[in-house]
């Protein structure tokens, strides 16, 4: 069911304690709210019957059904229950928004909406449906205040939507969140104030200063309402009571319906000297001390209201955050255990030695259970916190392998040949005979790129080196090829090869490090591979890469979805040569083609080279059959099958898969957070 007992204990127990049944009517909204998001839960369960709403038992979906008509029954036998016992109803509207309404939302809309691009990256990336609900909560949130100020409608929309809204983006990081907090309270601080003043000492309330009085009015949008009755009767505020009957008089004989007959201006005018007449002769002693303090009475109830708000809010916040360090202290016991059992961690990145040594400090530093260790979200920070608490405990580290530099140059690499042409005896596999040769490839619309081969592998695998890039990404087993150079008579001629590291922008060549810079490019083979790499013109970010399943060697460089940024798959540091799991994509997921977008400016973009991965992830492997390239044109998914090697491999991958399910546990729960 997912209820927290804890949750449950702190909102029933003080009512339990002190025997007051009616205090169980304060939390109705919570229960509506809990309510609601088992609807929603189980509306959700519906995408796990496959091929909804089509090749499913009848029996599937009649106990789907079934189940949710119970939960909306729930629902109205609760609003029932409500209406009985008169039960106060006002936040229902808010916990409804939030706990079925928003969650909806983001369930129908998933598609993603990507701003305006600033320095090569989009002002915004979420979900049409995350869109929807923020414009919602900002709606709701001025629109109550222009129409009645801050009430229960306007405070709901503040404390159950866009307070939580914002609360969910700083669970993780227990500093910052407390820093909000804290904010929260000081901003809030003038309304809530006087609402404890009111509850707990109410005899100060005279002596605040009608002048902040009047302040705290104009910023809640409440205009004091009492007429002035005084003005109505057309006497002064000190006007003793026989001169107040004696002007009555006067004005009801000539305003009295009798002698206006049906005049419906007259007839408003002697209702209101005849309220005016009994409130000053009835009760003047009262409506004086109303009169004198106006703006207390109006602001009073509101604050009182802002008081009961925010002590839920604050309840909530405390079982929450008790939660996510509950979630926090999981995880950090996973990498601790995974350090424990020699599985693999980016010892590089943290400044120890990549060998048996390192090891084995920071598994002695890991082994007690007391330690500070950082919460895995797979960031570069994971990285940085577990390198602070190292040198907080006197170990003394490497500087961080951030590497900075300038792209020298870009280049493409083209297969030559298939495995059944059948002039295939005819290209040369001795490595770097074609080099300084001239590559003419055909485009799909019978066009000729040209470019110079700068390097060849040969071998079986005949990989060539190509400068400029071509333009555009060869399709296997499709586009031609003819081989010149000035002096040989003979030209050779083939088929384009399938190649899974053949997209545009993906191998460069780069520059050394900055002069300044403490840490110069590595010459370990294969140093950088899986680090995270980033190009860019001045502030504007070139682009990031498409990870899994799209943008191959296939051509095109569409379909898939955005995982990781750009990352290395090889390096050589003899040629200072980088090759990219996937090519460079734009912000908005299309490939960089050309000069209509944001491009590589060999010489002048600068690239950065750093680790992003406490936990390394396992090296991706490539198909290299052409004849695999219709049913997977792009770069495929890591194969972990076979081989010592491999099932060292599978291991990473379960044990980095254990501890991205660790860091991900918050994400599932976080609904259940707002709620």
């Given at each position: ?296 009475n109006e602001i009073v109830p509101r604050c009182y209201a802002f008081l009961v708000m925010i002590g839920y809010w604050l309840l909530h916040s405390l079982i929450d955050w008790n939660d996510v360090e509950g979630m926090r202290d999981q995880g950090k016991d996973a990498l601790r255990d995974h350090v424990l059992a020699d599985r693999p961690v980016d010892l590089k990145s943290l400044g120890l030695s990549n060998d048996e040594q390192g090891m084995l400090i920071l598994k002695e530093y890991c082994a007690p259970q007391d330690v500070e260790l950082p919460f895995v ?299």
């Amino acid at each position: 069911m997912g209820i927290s007992w804890w949750r449950m204990a702190f909102i029933f127990g003080p009512a339990i304690a002190r025997g007051d049944i009616s205090s169980f009517g304060l939390y109705t909204p919570f229960i509506f709210g809990h309510l609601l998001s088992r609807v929603v839960r189980q509306w959700k369960s519906k995408v796990k019957l496959r091929g909804w709403p089509h090749k499913v038992s009848p029996e599937l979906t009649r106990g789907w059904m079934i189940k949710l008509v119970r939960e909306i029954a729930f629902v109205f036998f609760f609003l029932a229950f409500c209406h009985w016992m008169k039960s106060e109803t006002r936040s229902l509207f808010n916990f409804f928004l939030s706990s079925f309404v928003n969650p909806m939302l983001r369930f129908w809309f998933p598609a993603r909406s990507k701003g305006p691009l600033y320095h090569g990256q989009p002002l915004w990336d979420t979900t049409w449906g995350n869109i929807s609900v923020y414009v919602m909560m900002l709606g709701g949130l001025t629109s109550s205040w222009i129409i009645q100020g801050i009430d229960h409608i306007f405070l709901g929309f503040l404390f159950l939507q866009i307070v939580p809204e914002i609360q969910k983006r700083f669970w993780m990081k227990p500093v910052q969140h407390l820093y909000l907090v804290v904010g929260i309270l000081l901003v809030c601080f003038p309304f809530f104030s006087i609402g404890l003043m009111a509850w707990y000492f109410p005899s100060y309330l005279e002596s605040i200063p009608k002048s902040f009085l009047q302040w705290l009015c104009w910023l809640a949008n409440a205009k004091p309402e009492i007429p002035d009755h005084y003005a109505t009767l057309g006497v002064s505020p000190d006007a003793d009571m026989k001169t107040i009957k004696k002007v009555f008089r006067e004005m009801a004989i000539e305003l009295h319906p009798d002698k206006v007959g049906d005049d419906p201006v007259k007839l408003a005018r002697f209702h209101a000297i005849q309220t005016a007449s009994d409130a000053l002769t009835k009760g003047r002693a009262e409506y004086d001390k109303s009169i004198e303090n106006q703006e207390l009475n109006e602001i009073v109830p509101r604050c009182y209201a802002f008081l009961v708000m925010i002590g839920y809010w604050l309840l909530h916040s405390l079982i929450d955050w008790n939660d996510v360090e509950g979630m926090r202290d999981q995880g950090k016991d996973a990498l601790r255990d995974h350090v424990l059992a020699d599985r693999p961690v980016d010892l590089k990145s943290l400044g120890l030695s990549n060998d048996e040594q390192g090891m084995l400090i920071l598994k002695e530093y890991c082994a007690p259970q007391d330690v500070e260790l950082p919460f895995v979200t797979g960031k570069k920070e994971d990285i940085m916190e577990m390198r602070d608490c190292l040198e907080k405990a006197g170990y003394k580290l490497e500087p961080f392998p951030e590497v900075k530099g300038t792209v020298q140059k870009v280049y493409q690499e083209v297969v030559l040949g298939t495995k059944e042409m059948k002039n295939l005896k005819d290209i040369i596999t001795t490595p770097g005979f074609y080099v300084g040769y001239s590559i003419l490839v055909e485009k799909s619309d019978g066009s000729i790129a040209e470019s110079t081969i700068v390097d060849y592998t040969g071998g079986d695998k005949r990989v060539a080196t190509v400068e400029p890039p071509l333009g555009f990404v060869p399709v296997a087993e499709i586009t031609k090829f003819t081989l010149k150079k000035a002096g040989v008579a003979k030209d050779v001629s083939g088929l384009v090869g399938f190649h899974p590291l053949g997209q545009l922008n993906q191998v460069f060549i780069i520059g050394e490090a900055d002069d300044k810079a403490e840490v110069k490019l590595n010459k370990e083979e294969g140093y950088y591979n899986g680090y995270k790499f980033e190009v860019r013109n001045g502030k504007t970010l070139v682009g990031w890469q498409q990870q899994e399943g799209g943008g191959g060697g296939g051509g095109g460089g569409g379909g898939g979805f955005l995982s990781c940024m750009q990352r290395v798959y090889e390096y050589w540091p003899a040629q200072r040569k980088v090759i990219l799991e996937g090519a460079l994509m734009c912000a908005s997921g299309k490939q960089i083609w050309g000069s209509e977008d944001i491009k590589v400016e060999p010489g002048e973009s600068t690239y950065l080279i750093h680790p992003e991965d406490l936990i390394p992830r396992p090296k991706r492997k490539f198909l290299t059959d052409a004849s695999t390239s219709s049913a997977a044109p792009a770069q495929v998914a890591a194969s972990v099958s076979g081989g010592e090697g491999d099932r060292e491999k599978l291991s990473c991958f379960r044990s980095w898969r254990r501890l991205r399910t660790s860091w991900e546990l918050p994400r599932a729960q976080w609904r259940r957070l707002a709620t």
